[in-house]
C-alpha cells in the first residue's frame, strides 16, 4: 500500500485516524543510507514476532510493533504506512503513538511475564540471591511504567 507524502489513513475506529504527516517533521530523521537495510530487517523481524506473539501466549504483540513502527519510520515509509494500515497491527501501534495506551491484557501479561522470569530464576538457582535481585530491579521501573499507562484510548468531549 503506497500512500502519498501527506496522506491520512482512516482505520475503523471510532473517530480515530492515523496521520503520516508528522514524519516529515520526525525529530531523528530518516537513517543514513547504509543503515537504512538493516533498519528494514529489523522491522520485519520484530512484525514477524509480533505476529507469533497474536497466536502464542506469553509472547508480547505490541512492544514488537511499536520497535518495527520506530525501524520503518527511519527507514521506509512504505512499510511505515502499510503496518499502521494494517488491521490487526495498525490500531495498536496507533493507541501507543497517538494516545500511549496500552491494552489491560498486554499490561497483565507483560508484568505476568516479568514476575514469572524472575520466579524462574529464583527457583533455578536457590543459592544466588544477586540474580534476581538485579532482575526485579531492573524489571521493577518497567512493570511501572506499563501498569500506569492509559488502557482505553480518552474519549474526546463533543
Same mark, same amino acid.
Given at each position: 500500500m503506497i500512500i502519498?507524502?501527506?496522506?491520512?489513513?482512516?482505520?475503523?475506529?471510532?473517530?480515530?485516524?492515523?496521520?503520516?504527516?508528522?514524519?516529515?517533521n520526525c525529530p531523528v530523521g530518516e537513517a543514513k543510507p547504509w543503515l537504512r537495510s538493516v533498519l528494514i530487517t529489523v522491522g520485519w523481524l520484530?512484525? /514477524? &514476532?509480533?505476529?507469533?506473539?497474536?497466536?502464542? #501466549?506469553?509472547?508480547?504483540t505490541t512492544i514488537f510493533l511499536i520497535m518495527a513502527a520506530w525501524a520503518f519510520a527511519r527507514s521506509s515509509r512504505r512499510f511505515h504506512a502499510?503496518?499502521?494500515?494494517?488491521?490487526?497491527?495498525g490500531p495498536l501501534v496507533s493507541n501507543w503513538e497517538n494516545h500511549r495506551v496500552i491494552p489491560v491484557k498486554a499490561k497483565i501479561?507483560?508484568?505476568s511475564m516479568m514476575t514469572?522470569?524472575?520466579?524462574?530464576?529464583? /527457583? &533455578?538457582?536457590?543459592?544466588?540471591?544477586?540474580? #534476581?535481585?538485579?532482575m526485579a530491579a531492573v524489571m521493577m521501573p518497567a512493570a511501572i511504567y506499563i501498569a500506569t499507562r492509559?488502557?482505553?484510548?480518552?474519549?474526546?468531549?463533543?
Open positions: 502519498p507524502r501527506f496522506s491520512t489513513i482512516y482505520l475503523g475506529m471510532k473517530q480515530d485516524r492515523i496521520n503520516l504527516d508528522y514524519l516529515d520484530c512484525v /514477524a &514476532m509480533g505476529a507469533i506473539g497474536v497466536v502464542t #501466549p506469553g509472547l508480547p502499510w503496518l499502521y494500515g494494517h488491521k490487526l497491527f501479561l507483560a508484568v514469572l522470569s524472575v520466579i524462574i530464576v529464583m /527457583a &533455578m538457582f536457590p543459592e544466588n540471591w544477586l540474580l #534476581p535481585a538485579i492509559e488502557s482505553q484510548v480518552p474519549v474526546k468531549a463533543s
